[in-house]
Nanobody
């Protein structure tokens, strides 16, 4: 059974930084896409950033230039470096990976941006 363990959420002041990490375990197959989504109260879950096996990345317009997604294939880990955080970035952030045709989700980690 694939498990995703997330870490790194918390409270930060506007303009600050946080780094989220997610490690996948329990699969013998290669992980295809690794991504981060977020869901703010009363809003739909949205894609924040994603990276594929080739290292290509894509970002939501709202985080482009502030967030950086990276992956370590040897460790089955995906990270999200979040800089210049804004109050609008407050949400629960979810790790998402696709292995073959199945998508898996982490349990979510809260990010709060407030002074």
């Amino acid at each position: 059974q694939v498990q995703l363990v997330e870490s790194g959420g918390g409270l930060v002041q506007p303009g600050g930084s946080l780094r989220l990490s997610c490690t996948a375990s329990g699969s013998n197959f290669r992980i295809n896409t690794m991504a981060w989504y977020r869901q703010a109260p009363g809003k739909q879950r949205e894609l924040v950033a994603a990276t594929n096996t080739g290292g290509n990345t894509n970002y939501a317009d709202s985080v482009e230039g502030r967030f950086t997604i990276s992956r370590d294939n040897a460790k089955n880990t995906v990270n999200l470096q979040m800089n210049s955080l804004k109050p609008d970035d407050k949400a629960v952030y979810y790790c998402n990976v696709r292995i073959q045709i199945t998508t898996y989700w982490g349990q979510g980690t809260q990010v709060t941006v407030s002074s």
